[in-house]
């Protein structure tokens, strides 16, 4: 009897996930394994939303956003009740080694099922990039370049009438967003979770600028970052940063919240080799018999590193990338 390999999609969706799934099930499929498509992350494991899946079923994904799996939160996961009954449903279908892809709070979920005897390989997919042990996650890449796309197209507006806009990008806890596409996209002042900020040199750095005959500015704000105030700001700190902008400085300013906007779409030939790389990895280790492991590409070269290493590890942000952004905006 062949090796049930099971393959889920966890977190936030992440444009290139669909591709890792293609490379999962087609490579499972070349070493002779059954592949089973678990729908809704843990909360389909937990109620059995399973069945095979044939190479035929990954026709015409790989260049598709989101996943075709799904994705959705379960509660009941999160207690050790529902992780034993998730592992048993494994164990019932005859799966013995699950693929995870998704991020970090997915890989934890991945860590108590191998703690309960279940085969995993988790594989990156994140669009905030915060996963320690790769230098890049599935979605980060297709996620920049949507911001640099409506950065492209706000800049045409902002420079027609002369105006202040404020840009807000996703990254809770992580400025990998806003650091590479304000950098990329040439933005005057970039904000960020890791680095704290004054909203008077703020002001100070977009009136130089406009000293200096420039007559528009574009200030990139992660969604994580501080109040001006430094507390619980009653709205997005985004819209508090504009509007202040505007009283202090005079110009007329305008807020974009980007949203969820970032997510969608095809992803980039970046996204799609990296997924494709890391899934067959994750099969050939399976193959090798190795279990509770996290893939990353560090310098170009897919590397396996322990779960419970990788989730003990914080992700650092390289602030070379922040000093280069102030250096460029102040010439």
Request: include cysteine.
């Amino acid at each position: 009897m062949s090796r049930r390999i099971g393959v889920l999609t966890s977190g936030g969706d992440a444009p290139g996930m669909n591709a890792a799934i293609r490379t999962v099930v087609r490579s499972a499929l070349h070493y002779g394994m059954e592949p089973w498509a678990i729908s809704r992350g843990y909360h389909g494991l937990i109620n059995g939303d399973m069945e095979p899946i044939k190479s035929r079923d990954m026709s015409g994904i790989i260049q598709r956003g989101g996943t075709i799996l799904k994705s959705a939160r379960s509660d009941q996961f999160r207690t050790p009740e529902g992780q034993a009954k998730a592992a048993a449903m494994l164990d019932e279908k005859g799966i013995d080694s699950l693929v995870v892809i998704g991020g970090d709070g997915s890989f934890k979920g991945a860590l108590h099922l191998e703690k309960l005897g279940i085969n995993v390989i988790c594989i990156p997919a994140t669009i905030d990039n915060d996963i320690a042990c790769t230098d890049y996650s599935i979605g980060f890449d297709t996620a920049v370049n949507n911001v640099i796309d409506s950065v492209n197209k706000i800049r045409d507006t902002a420079s027609s009438h002369d105006r202040v806009y404020v840009v807000e990008v996703m990254g809770r806890d992580s400025g990998y967003i806003a650091l590479y596409s304000g950098l990329a996209g040439g933005a005057d002042v970039i904000l960020i979770p890791e680095v704290p900020y004054d909203v008077e040199e703020v002001c100070k750095q977009i009136e130089w600028a406009n000293g200096q005959g420039k007559t528009y500015n574009i200030v990139m704000v992660a969604e994580g970052v501080k109040s001006v105030s430094g507390k619980s700001p009653e709205e997005s700190p985004s819209m508090e940063i504009g509007h202040y902008i505007q009283e202090k400085t005079g110009y007329d300013t305008r807020i974009t919240i980007l949203g969820h906007i970032q997510r969608g779409g095809a992803p980039t030939v970046r996204d799609r080799l990296l997924a494709s790389r890391l899934a067959y990895q994750a099969i050939e280790l399976i193959n090798q018999g190795k279990s509770g492991k996290m893939l990353g590409e560090v310098d170009q070269v897919v590397k396996a590193f322990d779960l419970s290493y990788a989730l003990a590890q914080e992700k650092q942000l390289n602030l070379d990338y922040y000093h280069l952004s102030k250096i460029l905006a102040s010439i």
